[in-house]
């Protein structure tokens, strides 16, 4: 390779120091290069220093281009988010499975008591039941519990 690619991009000409990008405006945090007076150690760790950013700055864009890589970034965010919502849509089928036992228990407490009712509202004065109200308060606590019970499969 000639020097004289590199002569352009050296603002003193071929003999004015290290080739540095240009400035960018950016602040840097890059170490800054060996003096001219540098020892020949001292320039050995400044290449090997450079030779590993470099190495990691290929690395890091390899990464970012490798289409495999990419969709295995884009697979694993999939199964990440798919995860939570399964975890969302349990919590949302727990709390509903509780909300339908609270009300089918509520439901039947009340059929409970209206059959109690009932049977208490067939009886006549002097405590003897009575044929025909026996009858209409079963079917009366019949239905409600059938309606309850729809209700409750319904919730499902």
Same mark, same amino acid.
């Given at each position: 390779?000639?020097?004289?690619?590199?002569?352009?991009?050296?603002?003193?000409?071929?003999?004015?120091?290290?080739?540095?990008?240009?400035?960018?405006?950016?602040?840097?945090?890059?170490?800054?290069?060996?003096?001219? @007076?540098?020892?020949?150690?001292?320039?050995?760790?400044?290449?090997?220093?450079?030779?590993? @950013?470099? $190495? @990691?700055?290929?690395?890091? #864009?390899?990464?970012?281009?490798?289409?495999?890589?990419?969709?295995?970034?884009?697979?694993?965010? #999939?199964?990440?988010?798919?995860?939570?919502?399964?975890?969302? #849509?349990?919590?949302?089928?727990?709390?509903?499975?509780?909300?339908?036992?609270?009300?089918?228990?509520?439901?039947?407490?009340?059929?409970?008591?209206?059959?109690?009712?009932?049977? @208490?509202?067939?009886?006549?004065?002097?405590?003897?039941?009575?044929?025909?109200?026996?009858?209409?308060?079963? $079917?009366?606590?019949?239905?409600?519990?059938?309606?309850?019970? #729809?209700? $409750?499969?319904?919730?499902?």
């Amino acid at each position: 390779m000639t020097h004289a690619a590199n002569d352009e991009t050296r603002p003193g000409g071929p003999d004015s120091g290290p080739i540095r990008p240009p400035e960018t405006g950016l602040p840097s945090t890059a170490v800054p290069e060996p003096s001219g @007076d540098a020892s020949p150690e001292e320039i050995e760790t400044d290449i090997a220093r450079t030779r590993r @950013d470099l $190495a @990691d700055t290929v690395g890091a #864009l390899s990464d970012k281009l490798d289409p495999k890589a990419q969709a295995d970034k884009q697979v694993d965010e #999939l199964k990440s988010r798919a995860h939570e919502q399964k975890a969302r #849509l349990q919590g949302q089928a727990e709390q509903a499975r509780e909300s339908a036992r609270s009300s089918v228990a509520q439901a039947r407490e009340s059929a409970r008591a209206s059959a109690t009712q009932a049977r @208490d509202a067939a009886t006549d004065d002097q405590g003897r039941p009575s044929p025909v109200l026996w009858a209409a308060g079963g $079917a009366a606590a019949g239905i409600l519990v059938a309606a309850v019970s #729809l209700l $409750a499969s319904r919730r499902r």
